[in-house]
């Protein structure tokens, strides 16, 4: 069965930086979209930014200039490059792709675990 692990989260103070990184192992014939959501305190999940297989990427506008998704097809690899953090980045980062695996033809969504990103004013 597919993995999706993600890790890199942290403490960091307002006005650093923290890259996230989240890897998908196993079957895998070709992941599509890779995705970034977060969930602050309190707050319902929402979309960070989101990578497809060619490359397009798209973020929410609360993120937008600070963040950066990227994605390494050799390793089955996405990124988050997170700067100029500010304390409402506070939140548990979870990773999502959309994966073909050997065992069948459709494409189905993994989500990783999730890894507690804290900035600190």
């Known amino acids: 069965q597919v993995q999706v692990v993600e890790s890199g989260g942290g403490l960091v103070q307002a006005g650093g930086s923290l890259r996230l990184s989240c890897a998908a192992s196993?079957?895998?014939?070709?992941?599509?979209?890779m995705r970034w959501f977060r969930q602050g305190p309190g707050s319902q999940r929402e979309l960070v930014a989101v990578?497809?297989?060619?490359?397009?990427?798209n973020y929410a506008d609360s993120v937008k200039g600070r963040f950066t998704i990227s994605r390494d097809n050799a390793k089955n690899t996405v990124y988050l490059q997170m700067n100029s953090l500010k304390p409402e980045d506070t939140a548990v980062y979870y990773c999502?792709?959309?994966?073909?695996?050997?065992?069948?033809?459709?494409?189905?969504?993994?989500w990783g675990q999730g890894t507690q990103v804290t900035v600190s004013s």
């Open positions: 990578i497809t297989s060619g490359g397009s990427t």
């Open positions: 196993g079957r895998i014939v070709s992941i599509n979209d």
């Open positions: 999502n792709a959309d994966i073909v695996t050997m065992t069948g033809p459709y494409t189905r969504r993994y």
